[in-house]
């Protein structure tokens, strides 16, 4: 790995690379000891220690548990979802016999690559006419349909490291082919497929721009409140509610490299 | 479905040492298409239908043919020179008493107020007024002018014929600056109305800047990644991916308050000394392309990090070993490899940018709005359908050029990490 290279030009790479690691992380490590501080103001000195802002993120009358309530019941669906019909396909395309199999990829990865607020706006015309915005059914056909990309994509990617001798093996050995797929293939692409439903459910659960059109008032999710808290004045407890999701991101950062896929893309997260 | 799945595979395993045979082939293909068709569908009637219905409502017109279908019937046999004729007028009495106190009248007056200033008034004056005639003296058009002098003039009927066809081309034209005069010619909208054009440039110039950031802040990073030692790489690693996967909204609002006036960076600046009054650094175009490029970088990176890994450090060395300068080598050698994980890299960042709505609405001025704030505006606030999809339409196709160009240069798998 050790390619030539003048001393100068790597301790710049260096200096340069320290300096991205602060732009990257700094931000969101700055604004952690704020969500602790006593007072009510986003700057430091830090006054003094307080879990007040927890307290107030947390109270069972406050408006953060029924969003976020809501955000699971939201994300589980799309993922459930987005996760059966992601990677049916994906076993589908990875089969290589279909005719213009670049042109279905194209179509199945489109979600992605069309702007949410096109496809939130456009979805929110067509529900409205038929009685599906401010319902949960509604949000979770949107944000499955915008999730089931990184499905695809994550175990169409899995698939290409999978051994199909193993299934011919097991229609050998007399399995019908509903038994062979959940006995040999599922079990091996589970990484795959978990990780999919994971991104999916990652990408509904921080999606705003699908909830501000068609949730309604009934369907407020985490994003879409803490959208409407920055608008109108930051307070700590925003902050609070941000360290929550750090701490939140940290655990599934771990559980991703469990997967086997630490390094994993996470495919476009509009906004 | 699992009955027919069952016997090709069967059929397929079972004879794996023949060549398959024709039908055999087209079973298993069957078999495909069986399974990618659940989310095609689902994709069709989701995703597919709204985006395609929303070309539909950038072109549509039935407002004023579904409130007022004689008038509109009448202005489709007009040559449109000068006043209708006295039936078009006895037309138009007749849908304002037909339509009186219904929501289409309401609808049909706000189009028509889209082409005329003023017509909303107009037209309920109007229809307040006809309701106590039952047998006009001196015929429709003496009637209707004399409760508004404005029926009697020209660009009142231009207009309302403009707005009466079933497709227009009024949207699309506004979202583009452009106007159709009463004549039929289409001329550029006055300068104080033109908006959207750019709007438009600076999305495309929005996302253009952040690309560029992205691209040189980016591309040193993935070969960081790549050629530092393991133990440095894997923490940055970590330093890109933690941003990455951290809410959108954790991220803006902590640049909010690291940037604002009383923030975090002003406070620090301020008693450092370094400057006397604290920055404006955010709400502004330096806040919007600090966030944007925060939250894209890691677009740009992963892409062309995937490239790097799978390129060999052989090459180099073999350009080393033929006496290339290691600059030289690095642009002609490692350079060219890389790129199409640049191209895909810079394509999404730029996509995914354009789009962008939450940030600049949420860090940006008011001068830094993109194209996405008017399509949300027209669909939620003024309820204008038809200017919000013209718009989205626009976006949208320009995005759909760029990424069937790109998609036909490095293939739609690479945009998409898979190869």
């Known amino acids: 790995m050790s390619r030539p290279m003048p001393s100068p030009t790597r301790v710049l790479h260096y200096a340069f690379c320290c300096a991205m690691m602060v732009f990257l992380v700094g931000p969101i490590l700055a604004v952690i000891p704020i969500s602790f501080s006593s007072a009510g103001f986003l700057s430091y000195p830090i006054p003094g220690l307080s879990l007040q802002w927890y307290d107030k993120v947390l109270a069972a009358s406050g408006p953060w548990l029924p969003a976020l309530r809501n955000s699971l019941i939201v994300g589980t669906g799309a993922m459930a979802l987005a996760t059966v019909l992601g990677t049916l396909a994906a076993l589908g395309l990875a089969r290589n016999d279909l005719p213009g199999r670049s042109f279905l990829l194209g179509l199945l990865i489109a979600p992605m690559v069309v702007p949410v607020v096109i496809s939130g706006v456009a979805m929110y015309f067509l529900f409205a006419r038929i009685g599906l915005t401010a319902s949960y059914a509604g949000l979770i056909l949107a944000h499955a349909v915008l999730g089931a990309p990184f499905v695809v994509i994550t175990v169409t990617a899995t698939l290409r490291n999978f051994d199909t001798t193993l299934v011919r093996a097991a229609y050998s050995l007399g399995a019908s082919p509903v038994h062979a797929f959940f006995t040999v293939t599922l079990p091996l692409i589970l990484p795959g497929v978990l990780s999919g439903g994971l991104f999916a459910f990652i990408f509904s659960f921080d999606e705003v721009v699908v909830a501000l059109f068609i949730g309604g008032p009934e369907q407020r999710t985490l994003p879409r409140q803490m959208f409407d808290g920055i608008r109108d004045t930051i307070d700590p407890s925003i902050l609070a509610m941000s360290t929550l999701l750090v701490g939140a991101t940290v655990i599934f950062m771990v559980l991703l490299t469990r997967l086997g896929r630490g390094t994993g893309s996470k495919p476009g997260s509009n906004a | ?419």
């Open chain 2, 1 to 419: 479905m699992t009955r027919m799945a069952s016997t090709t595979e069967t059929l397929d395993g079972t004879s794996a040492l023949a060549p398959p045979s024709l039908s055999s082939r087209a079973k298993a293909r069957m078999v495909s298409a069986l399974l990618i068709a659940p989310l095609v569908l689902f994709l069709t009637l989701v995703f597919v239908l709204p985006l395609g219905g929303m070309l539909v409502h950038a072109v549509e017109n039935g407002e004023v043919g579904g409130a007022l279908p004689g008038v509109a019937a009448e202005m489709r046999g007009w040559t449109g020179e000068g006043l209708p004729p006295e039936s078009a007028y006895a037309a138009l009495a007749r849908d304002l008493k037909a339509a009186h106190g219904e929501p289409r009248l309401g609808e049909a007056s706000r189009r028509l107020n889209y082409e005329r200033a003023g017509y909303r008034a107009l037209l309920a004056k109007t229809a307040r007024a006809v309701r106590s005639i039952d047998r006009p003296q001196a015929g429709w058009a003496a009637e209707l002018t004399g409760i508004d002098a404005r029926w009697g003039e020209a660009a009142t009927w231009a207009a309302l014929r403009r707005a009466s066809p079933p497709l227009t081309p009024y949207y699309l034209l506004t979202a583009l600056d452009l106007r159709m005069d009463d004549s039929g010619s289409i001329l550029r909208a006055p300068a104080e109305e033109r908006i959207y054009i750019d709007t438009l440039g600076r999305t495309l110039w929005i996302g253009f800047v952040t690309t560029l950031l992205c691209l040189v802040l980016g591309f040193p990073l993935a070969h960081a990644l790549v050629s530092l030692p393991r133990g440095f790489a894997s923490v940055l690693m970590v330093c890109v991916l933690l941003p990455f996967w951290t809410s959108l909204l954790v991220r803006t609002s902590a640049w909010i308050v690291v940037l604002q006036k009383e923030g975090v960076l002003n406070g620090l600046l301020t008693r450092l000394g370094i400057v006397d009054a604290p920055l404006e650094l955010v709400f502004n175009r330096f806040g919007l392309y600090v966030a944007m490029v925060h939250i894209l970088l890691p677009f740009m990176i992963l892409p062309i990090l995937s490239v790097m890994k799978g390129i060999s450090p052989s090459y180099m060395r073999a350009s080393a070993s033929l006496g290339a300068h290691p600059a030289v080598g690095f642009l002609k050698v490692y350079l060219p490899m890389t790129l199409p994980g640049v191209g895909a890299g810079c394509l999404m960042t730029f996509i995914i940018g354009v789009g962008y709505y939450i940030t600049p609405s949420l860090v940006g001025g008011a001068r830094d709005q993109m194209t996405s704030y008017f399509i949300a505006y027209y669909a939620n606030t003024t309820i204008n359908w038809g200017l919000s999809s013209a718009l989205g339409a626009i976006l949208l196709l320009c995005i759909m050029l760029l990424y069937a160009t790109v998609g036909r240069l490095i293939g739609v798998g690479r945009i998409a990490g898979i190869q």
